[in-house]
C-alpha cells in the first residue's frame, strides 16, 4: 500500500494526512475483493525499515493501526473476515499489541475471508526465523527442504499469493513476502494508495485473468504427469 506520504505531499498536506487517507481505502479494497471470492489478502502496512522514518511519522502510523481496529473491527468479525497479523508483534507499542491480540483471538474462527496485516514484518526476518525455528526443532540439514522452510514462515498454514499489486509508482518488492512470492505473479501501478479504488481493483484482476501461468514448466508437459505448484488456486488471486 505505497504512496501514502506522496499523495499528501501533492496536495500540501502533511504526510500524517496520507496515511489516514491510506486507512480509509483499504475497507473498500477489502470488501470488493471479498466479492471477487478472493480467500486470502495480505496488506503491507509497516516494514521492519520503517521504523527509520521520523519520529511524529511512525507514530502517526501505530496510531492509525490501532484506531482501524477499533473502527472496523466488529464490521469484519460480522462479515466473517478472519484477521492475522504478521511480523514481530512485541516491538509495537503495548496498546496497539493488545488491540492486535484481541482482534486476532476474536475473528480466529471466521473463515469466509482472511485478511493479514503485515506490521513490523519484514520478509528476510521471516525467512530467518523459519531457519531459526528449524534449528531449534533439532533438524538435520538433509531434512531442511523448500516445503520445511516455507511451512515455518509466517504465513507457513496459507497458500503462496498469486498477485502482488503494488501501488505508488515503485517496481520492487521491498522486503514483502519474499519467499512466498516466488511465483507471483506482479501488477505495478503509478497509482498513489489512498486513490486505489474498486475500479482500480477490477483493472488489477482483469489483468491478472491475462496472465499464463507456466511456474516454470512448459504447460502440459508437467513431469511424471504432475501439474504444477499452485497458490490459491487456478486462478484465484490471495
Same mark, same amino acid.
Request: hydrophobic share 40%.
Given at each position: 500500500? &505505497? /504512496?501514502? /506520504?506522496?499523495?499528501?505531499?501533492?496536495r500540501?498536506?502533511?504526510?500524517?494526512? /496520507?496515511?489516514?487517507a *491510506?486507512?480509509?481505502?483499504?475497507?473498500?479494497?477489502?470488501?470488493?475483493? *471479498?466479492?471477487?471470492?478472493?480467500?486470502?489478502?495480505?496488506?503491507?502496512?509497516?516494514?521492519?525499515?520503517?521504523?527509520?522514518?521520523?519520529?511524529?511519522?511512525?507514530?502517526?502510523?501505530?496510531?492509525?493501526?490501532?484506531?482501524?481496529?477499533?473502527?472496523?473491527?466488529?464490521?469484519?468479525?460480522?462479515? *466473517?473476515?478472519?484477521?492475522r497479523?504478521? *511480523?514481530?508483534? &512485541?516491538?509495537?507499542?503495548?496498546?496497539?499489541?493488545?488491540?492486535?491480540?484481541?482482534?486476532?483471538?476474536?475473528?480466529?474462527?471466521?473463515?469466509?475471508?482472511?485478511?493479514?496485516?503485515?506490521?513490523?514484518?519484514?520478509?528476510?526476518?521471516?525467512?530467518?526465523?523459519?531457519?531459526?525455528?528449524?534449528?531449534?526443532e533439532?533438524?538435520? @540439514?538433509?531434512?531442511?527442504?523448500?516445503?520445511?522452510?516455507?511451512?515455518?514462515?509466517?504465513?507457513g &498454514?496459507? @497458500?503462496? @499469493?498469486?498477485?502482488?499489486?503494488?501501488?505508488?509508482?515503485?517496481?520492487?518488492?521491498?522486503?514483502?513476502?519474499?519467499?512466498?512470492?516466488?511465483? +507471483?505473479?506482479?501488477?505495478?501501478?503509478?497509482?498513489?494508495?489512498?486513490?486505489?479504488?474498486?475500479?482500480?481493483?477490477?483493472?488489477?484482476?482483469?489483468?491478472?485473468?491475462?496472465?499464463?501461468?507456466?511456474?516454470?514448466?512448459?504447460?502440459?508437459?508437467?513431469?511424471?504427469?504432475?501439474?504444477?505448484?499452485?497458490? +490459491?488456486?487456478?486462478?484465484?488471486?490471495?
Amino acid at each position: 500500500m &505505497d /504512496g501514502n /506520504g506522496r499523495w499528501a505531499q501533492a496536495r500540501n498536506l502533511k504526510r500524517a494526512d /496520507g496515511h489516514r487517507a *491510506g486507512a480509509e481505502a483499504i475497507r473498500p479494497v477489502i470488501e470488493r475483493l *471479498g466479492e471477487y471470492g478472493v480467500g486470502v489478502l495480505t496488506l503491507f502496512g509497516f516494514s521492519t525499515e520503517n521504523w527509520g522514518r521520523p519520529r511524529h511519522e511512525v507514530e502517526a502510523i501505530l496510531r492509525l493501526g490501532g484506531e482501524f481496529i477499533d473502527r472496523y473491527l466488529d464490521d469484519f468479525d460480522r462479515h *466473517g473476515v478472519q484477521l492475522r497479523h504478521l *511480523g514481530e508483534l &512485541d516491538a509495537l507499542p503495548r496498546g496497539l499489541r493488545a488491540r492486535v491480540r484481541r482482534a486476532v483471538e476474536r475473528t480466529r474462527r471466521n473463515d469466509r475471508m482472511i485478511v493479514n496485516f503485515a506490521f513490523n514484518y519484514g520478509g528476510r526476518a521471516d525467512i530467518v526465523a523459519a531457519v531459526r525455528r528449524l534449528i531449534a526443532e533439532g533438524t538435520t @540439514p538433509e531434512e531442511i527442504t523448500e516445503e520445511a522452510i516455507a511451512s515455518r514462515l509466517a504465513t507457513g &498454514d496459507l @497458500p503462496e @499469493p498469486d498477485l502482488l499489486i503494488r501501488t505508488g509508482g515503485e517496481r520492487r518488492l521491498s522486503n514483502f513476502l519474499l519467499w512466498q512470492s516466488a511465483y +507471483a505473479e506482479y501488477y505495478f501501478t503509478e497509482t498513489f494508495w489512498p486513490d486505489f479504488n474498486l475500479a482500480c481493483v477490477d483493472e488489477a484482476l482483469a489483468e491478472f485473468s491475462k496472465r499464463q501461468r507456466r511456474f516454470g514448466l512448459v504447460p502440459g508437459e508437467a513431469a511424471d504427469g504432475e501439474g504444477p505448484h499452485r497458490g +490459491a488456486g487456478d486462478g484465484e488471486p490471495a
